[in-house]
């Protein structure tokens, strides 16, 4: 099995940072695209950034300039730098990435279990 788990959450007043980390563990063969979602309360789930195998990154266009996703292959973990953090991106950040376990299966979803940003203003 596959486990995901997030840290590096908490509180920080608004213009600081925080950098968040996702550590996949488990039978992995291969981390496909990864990436980072948040849901805010009473609001949906949103792509925050996603980054392939590659390291191609995309952004919402909420955090651009201000977030960055990068990932480390070799500790199956991808980061999520972010600066300039405003009170609306207070919300659970969540990791999800899409692995391969065996080299003859075919890629799953995966979701770690949250981790709390809040950020004061």
């Known amino acids: 099995q596959v486990q995901l788990v997030e840290s590096g959450g908490g509180l920080v007043q608004a213009g600081g940072s925080l950098r968040l980390s996702c550590a996949a563990s488990?039978?992995?063969?291969?981390?496909?695209?990864m990436g980072w979602y948040r849901q805010a309360p009473g609001k949906q789930r949103e792509l925050v950034a996603s980054?392939?195998?590659?390291?191609?990154?995309d952004y919402a266009d909420f955090v651009k300039g201000r977030f960055t996703i990068s990932r480390d292959n070799a500790k199956n973990t991808v980061y999520l730098q972010m600066n300039s953090l405003k009170p609306e991106d207070t919300a659970v950040y969540y990791c999800r990435g899409v692995i391969v376990q065996r080299r003859w299966l075919g890629p799953q979803e995966y979701w770690g279990q949250g981790t709390q940003v809040t950020v004061s203003s």
């Open positions: 980054i392939s195998s590659g390291g191609s990154a």
């Open positions: 488990g039978n992995i063969y291969r981390l496909n695209d």
